[in-house]
């Protein structure tokens, strides 16, 4: 079986040293040691100012827009294409998601569609770089005339933006370091600030809305990430370069095996910039189904990702205008195994088993 992804875990004995440390020091959370190393060693590789780790990417994203204090009921125009916690974190904080298309290759959201959906209403952008491929920086920040930009990093530590790493373009940018991601703390996320304001405020916020001083000056959440998850996340980030050198290489190798094959077409990541490659994603002319069904079958993974939020239960009244691109993209897509420690040999397996397929598949 090759599995879509797999988490490369630095050599166990380097983590126990670390939990030994841990148990000694009995600090076991409140951003005791390793938080902080974590912090100081994501904020180095960075080269931002401000970095705040939490327990989760999810609820990252939920500080991220608490921290900005937008109005209630502000509009947010945010891509169908992205994880639902993109979109779950805009109704948390009582605002309501315009849902904007995207750009069909990239796959990232189009800014002009921010154009078209800014309104007097619009408090605040937030994109997803998806799959680690940046979104389309200069030209969002330009569409957003001033109102804050946030992005959803999820997929995106080690991805640059002509040179400058995703998580120091937006105001507020949020990764997540859960398993499938390439820095891991098992569950955990980080996130990046440039104001003293907003990082004040995210102190606050993720944790529960005190300080030291039991007296809450926010609304805040436990949003804490643990002394033991942290230490895992400051030993991967240490390998960050050579997991994004390795994807590189993985997604090289896929272009050039798969490149000119039929009704087959990748997704597109501008030459100046560097995806991270958390996912790898083709895009099927005429469906996906043969190619899903014959790889399944030769024990390979896929995963039909990401499945539009607008199209979903908890999201459809938002839903107020079609998204032809993000309904084309999602029929079509399929993402192939991609991880740090996948074979040549395997990615030739993949690419083979798609090979085979295509020419059956309507529309090749
Ligand atoms: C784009 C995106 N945003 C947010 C999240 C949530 O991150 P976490 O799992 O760390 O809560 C994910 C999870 O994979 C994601 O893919």
């Not at 640059?160 to 790493?165: A, F, I, N, T, V």
């Not at 398993?179 to 980080?190: H, P, R, Y």
């Not at 600030?193 to 809305?209: H, P, T, W």
């Amino acid at each position: 079986m090759i599995p879509i992804a797999r988490p490369e875990l630095p050599p166990l004995e380097r983590y126990v040293e670390l939990l030994r440390d841990v148990w000694d020091s009995r600090m076991l959370s409140n951003f005791g040691p390793y938080a902080r190393r974590l912090e100081a060693g994501a904020a180095r590789y960075l080269d931002a100012a401000g970095v705040r780790a939490v327990a989760s990417g999810d609820l990252g994203l939920v500080i991220a827009l608490a921290a900005l204090e937008l109005p209630a009921g502000g509009e947010v125009i945010v891509p169908s294409f992205t994880f639902n916690s993109t979109v779950n974190a805009i109704l948390w904080n009582g605002l309501t998601p315009v849902f904007a298309d995207i750009h069909p290759e990239r796959l990232t959201l189009d800014a002009e569609e921010v154009t078209r959906l800014r309104s007097p209403r619009t408090a605040a952008v937030v994109a997803t770089h998806v799959f680690g491929n940046p979104c389309d920086h200069d030209a969002i920040r330009a569409a957003a005339e001033g109102t804050p930009v946030v992005y959803d990093a999820a997929h995106a530590f080690g991805s640059l933006y002509r040179g400058r790493h995703a998580g120091t373009l937006g105001d507020l940018e949020v990764f997540s370091l859960s398993g499938t991601k390439l820095v891991t703390s098992a569950e955990g996320g980080l996130v990046v600030a440039r104001e003293d304001a907003l990082l004040r405020r995210l102190d606050y916020l993720r944790a529960y809305g005190f300080q030291d001083d039991y007296e809450s000056h926010m609304v805040g959440i436990n949003a804490k990430i643990s002394e033991l998850n942290a230490a895992l996340g400051a030993l991967t980030l240490e390998t960050v370069e050579d997991a994004v050198a390795r994807r590189q290489a993985i997604a090289a190798r896929y272009h050039a095996e798969l490149g000119g094959t039929p009704g087959l077409a990748f997704q597109v990541v501008d030459g100046r910039d560097r995806s991270t490659y958390k996912d790898f994603a083709i895009l099927c002319a005429g469906g996906r189904e043969g190619i899903e069904a014959r790889l399944a079958a030769a024990g390979i993974q896929t995963k039909r990702y990401f499945r539009p939020t607008h199209t979903m239960r908890a999201y459809r009244r938002w839903a107020t205008r079609p998204l032809p691109r993000t309904e084309d993209v999602y029929r079509r897509i399929l993402c192939l195994p991609i991880f740090n420690e996948m074979r040549d040999a395997q990615v030739d397996e993949v690419a083979r088993a798609v090979r085979t397929a295509a020419p059956d598949h309507p529309g090749a």
